[in-house]
């Protein structure tokens, strides 16, 4: 895991002192190195994590002729396999990294490449013999990457507070107030100039013109494998994928380790773990499987995550999470890079980073594929013969939102004009519309709309499942599992999100995830001969949920101070009057709390610009990478 930054000078020229800050603000990211490189009117740069060789050989921006350079966040798991196809075509390698073999891949068969990587990554690569510049995103869309765009400079960062140094950021107003969803699913973001790199697509960039091209090169729809017809063979393969997917996320040269929630999910993989070390111990020497458990209030399962540690004969740390003050969770939410107060996601990490872990093997990502409990009235729509099952389970998990979802698909079907209508298309409502002056939102691309013709040719649970998993929803939340941990300077790996599994779990009925009334029977019957009893027969959904803020009336004073701050009262699109009116009456202060969440995120970006310090020593190796080719 990195940072990755890049900077086109449209009207001046290149000023390195913006890269080298974009490059400090996005230290967290990348903490063991800092470098750039020049060529005309751009600048790339990039900060470190070192994960696989952490020599020098591994520093960014890399280059191997002195003609294509690639700054790279990210990891290629089969990348040994690609090296060794590589070498055939008589291709030297100098280091150990995955990087390396993404920049030689590159050479060879173009954005061709991406369709043999099994990974997550966002990368820039520079021709200067051609002068063109591609930026690249995986098909998942795991790896963030923003893009920012006007009359000046074209810009990328792997975060949004990266942009800090190119302009001022402000609000875009008319996004404001729109469900953080339908910002992902459209692309855009809360601010000016700033949208967001589509997964599964480059962008190509002419240096001279900067004329740009999208071209999508992940189409998931079209590579799903065949699937067997016998639910015993499925669980079979299923176990075997995601066996081999733990297994290929032990490479690392740094210590490794992982948590617990107690959840189907995370115990999963800390079986997988346990067995991978046991049978091929190998594999990895820096493996820590003395696990944190997450517990709080309302956590049902820990005592479930205790007795399956204590089943393999491991240690554990609980982690007890505690509420944040006023300026804690500003901090937080800068960090983030959202209003959703995902602040357990954040302590976890840190106290990964605090036992000395770098790479955090982790359960997310199951859910999209093998279905939410509360999914389950609509991939049954198609079921009807299944109304029995579909009945057990919801009574079993006793949702009043899943009961309301059964009643309202199943009770209003027939005036459902098309079977995807009701969730392709993105709310577009702006819930601050009372407290700001603005224009409607009009996203100009959906996600969806390139797909609706394939997905004509899928069931309706498969139709649901590419939706939830590909088409934005999904994608707002690893950017939130991205910003907690690397905020902590941890990189994350995600066993269930491993390209063969994802299309697998995708290609499966629904009547193979869910079996007589039980959800993620998959997993369940694929680890019934390793979790105890009571792990396998839960019934409900536990995990990591928004931590948040216990907001109440004696905190309006607090909101009086940030809302009376003469920064806020310039910004012309809000309804001052009506933000007034309201405070004094004790009307909406909820809602008022998140329209002072998005200000203090934008006031934090500033602070944090403000407070960067390019150190001279930092300048020195700036100044080493610009000149030097590590494999000359």
């Not at 999100?497 to 997993?523: A, C, E, W």
Request: aromatic share 14%.
């Amino acid at each position: 895991m990195c940072g990755i930054n890049g900077v086109i000078f449209k009207n001046s020229p290149a000023d390195l002192k913006k890269i080298l800050t974009m490059n400090e603000l996005l230290n967290h990211r990348g903490p063991d190195q800092s470098g750039y490189i020049k060529h005309k009117n751009l600048l790339l740069g990039h900060t470190r994590l070192s994960i696989i060789d952490t020599s020098e050989k591994g520093f960014q921006p890399m280059t191997t002729d002195g003609r294509f350079w690639i700054i790279y966040n990210g990891e290629v798991y089969n990348y040994k396999d690609i090296k060794k196809e590589l070498k055939l075509k008589n291709y030297k390698f100098y280091s150990d990294t995955d990087t390396e073999v993404v920049l030689n891949a590159y050479k060879e068969w173009g954005i061709d490449c991406f369709e043999k990587f099994n990974g997550e990554w966002a990368l820039a690569i520079l021709d200067n013999k051609k002068d063109t510049l591609i930026v690249c995103r995986d098909g998942i869309g795991y790896k963030p990457c923003y893009i920012f765009e006007n009359e000046n400079y074209f810009a990328f960062s792997s975060e949004i507070k990266g942009f800090s140094p190119i302009e001022n950021l402000e609000f875009n107003s008319s996004n404001l107030g729109i469900n953080y969803s339908t910002l992902q699913s459209t692309c855009t973001t809360v601010y000016k100039n700033i949208n967001i790199l589509p997964h599964g697509r480059v962008l190509k960039i002419n240096l001279n013109n900067y004329d740009k091209s999208y071209k999508r090169w992940d189409f998931p729809l079209k590579t799903l494998p065949k699937i067997n017809t016998g639910y015993k063979e499925n669980v079979d393969e299923f176990y075997s994928l995601l066996y081999q997917s733990t297994k290929l996320r032990l490479n690392s040269d740094v210590k490794v380790g992982t948590s617990l929630s107690g959840g189907l999910d995370s115990s999963a993989i800390f079986t997988l773990l346990n067995i991978i070390e046991k049978n091929e111990f190998e594999i990895n020497k820096n493996l820590d499987l003395n696990p944190i458990i997450l517990n709080y209030e309302e956590m049902k399962t820990k005592d479930l995550a205790v007795d399956l540690v204590k089943s393999f004969k491991k240690d554990f740390k609980i982690l007890e999470f505690n509420d944040h003050n006023f300026d804690e969770v500003q901090n937080l939410l800068v960090s983030l890079e959202t209003t959703q107060e995902y602040f357990m996601q954040q302590s976890l990490y840190k106290s990964q980073s605090n036992k000395g872990i770098r790479v955090s093997i982790d359960g997310h990502g199951a859910d999209e594929f093998l279905f939410y409990p509360d999914w389950i009235p609509q991939v049954s729509i198609g079921v009807l013969n299944n109304i029995v099952n579909l009945y057990k389970t919801i009574v079993k998990f006793g949702k009043t939102k899943s009961i309301n979802q059964f009643k309202n698909i199943f009770g209003l079907r027939e005036i459902i004009p098309n079977k995807i209508d009701f969730i392709a298309n993105p709310d577009c409502n702006n819930y601050f519309n009372d407290y700001l002056e603005v224009t409607n939102f009009k996203p100009a691309f959906h996600y969806i709309d390139e797909d609706l013709e394939d997905l004509e040719n899928f069931s309706y649970e498969q139709s649901y499942g590419y939706l939830m998993a590909y088409c934005g929803w999904f994608q707002f939340f690893l950017n939130k599992w991205d910003r907690a941990a690397m905020s902590n300077s941890v990189e994350v790996r995600m066993p269930f999100l491993d390209k063969n599994l994802r299309l697998f779990n995708l290609s499966l009925p629904s009547n193979v995830k869910y079996r007589n009334g039980i959800t993620k029977s998959l997993l369940r019957d694929a680890f019934k001969n390793y979790f105890p009893k009571k792990l396998i027969e839960q019934n409900f959904k536990q995990g990591l949920k928004k931590q948040k803020f216990h907001f109440n009336k004696n905190h309006k004073n607090y909101i009086l101070e940030v809302f009376g701050q003469n920064n806020f009262k310039n910004i012309s699109f809000f309804n001052h009057k009506k933000i007034s009116d309201d405070l004094s009456n004790d009307i909406n202060l909820k809602t008022l709390w998140e329209l002072c969440k998005n200000y203090l995120i934008l006031t934090g970006f500033k602070d944090n610009y403000k407070n960067i310090k390019l150190p001279e020593e930092k300048d020195k190796t700036y100044n080493q990478l610009n000149n030097y080719f590590f494999f000359k």
